[in-house]
């Protein structure tokens, strides 16, 4: 089989905001408790922060961390997680049916932040709680000294404000399993109040609305237009989220799901514009996709816990799926989709970031490793910084029940045109046939391979796990070639590529 791309320099999408390439961390399961944070564990630090995690974390160079929740902020109170710690309250949390011992809170995790090299992305509870709490959150977090919450902030020890810019205004409001789920006029008007009132205290901070769950929501898209009607000149963003699965156990359905989000991503799109024009703004909101990942193989294990037939669990073993090598293909889809939606989705998260629905797991006492999917992720985090390109793709296709005619081939590409190089990041969805790839290279000058990694397995079940961490891992890609302007590369049935060209 045959795929013929072409790319141009000039023929572009936007410039990739990197903060595509965030990750989210809840209080949920062991996310937090023998994830990131574990004191007595041989690799924790003065403060408890495991630095084995903190170096994968470090290598995969997210952006930004979304912060505390989830389901979980949303009968959250910030102040319990802030003072002395042994004065912290263990508290249950409703959205988990676990307890916590707040033992990190957001100095802790700011603070974890600037050793991870990231940014911190807070959310804010709009569920059981209301304005002046986000008010006062915002200010302890951000606000003067010489005023109270800026006091009390720094007598716990951080007189500078730690100065976070990205807030979330509350978590996947439309779902009624939300505690304190509203309807769009409910949430649309708080939400609106609330970014007025934080703007009031600086205009410079980057708010994020709720928009949908999922695209099933039976609210979703109105749920959109009306939230938007309600916030349109007081935010930046409106908050996206979907999970992949596949248990119907069928491949091509479950590869052809990234068309599913392409289209959740085009009609949020043209839901901003639809109320820009009502509204005669000539501002753009844009998506913060902030939610994303496969998540389906944990969900029989978690039932007795979410039940509540395990009492109140401080962090328990929930949401740990164990990637396969499917995912891998999943996950490089979905980054590819992102990239390809550059003009509209500014801030995506990778849900999560440790131990629950996550890259990196960790074993209590014990090691950290690699889960399948770290790879794309780091990949195209490390390597899809720059324009994303509009290539044209000719190539033969399938139907699935989410869309019809999908390409065997997905592919993005980045072009960083200060550093010089081109990165093509390619999916061949085929379950046993090779594709003969062509890309005819156009305005880059001459280029040349400097980086070729492909992921192939026999066996798409197969998982990294603490007995065997290396069981998939990228290889180094043979044959591929630059030939007449054109990239040749053969990428095997059911296969993850990444090709780096540079400057000859
Ligand atoms: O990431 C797991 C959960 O998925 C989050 O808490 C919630 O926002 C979403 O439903």
Redesign the pocket.
Known sequence: MKANVTAHADYTIAPIDDRIYGAFL?H?GRAIYTGIYEPGHPKADKQGMRTDVLDLVRELQAPVVRYP????VSAYNWEDGVGRRDKRPTRLDL?WHTSDSNAVGVHEFIDWCDKANTAPMLAINLGSRGLDEARNFVEYVNGPTGSHWGDLRKSHGHAAPFDVKMWCLG??MDGPWQVGHKTAHEYGRLANEVAKTLRAFDKSLELIVCGS?NSDMKTYPEWERVVLEHTYESVDHISL?MYFANRAKNTANYLALNHKLDAYIGVVAATIEQVRALKRSKKRVTISFD?WNVWYHSNKADRAILDGNEGWPHAPRL?EDIYNFEDVLQVGCILNTFIRRADVVKIACI??LVNV?APIMTEPGGAAWRQTIYYPYYFASAFGRGTALRLSVKCPGYDADVADNVPYLDVSGVHDAQAGTVTLFAVNRHASDALDMSVALEGFGALAIVDHQVMTHADLQAVNDLKNPLAVTPKKGKGAKIDAGALKAKLPPLSYQMIRLAKA
């Open positions: 809840e949920l929740g989830g389901n979980f959205a978590n996947e769950s989220h939610e949401l849900a999560q629905i």
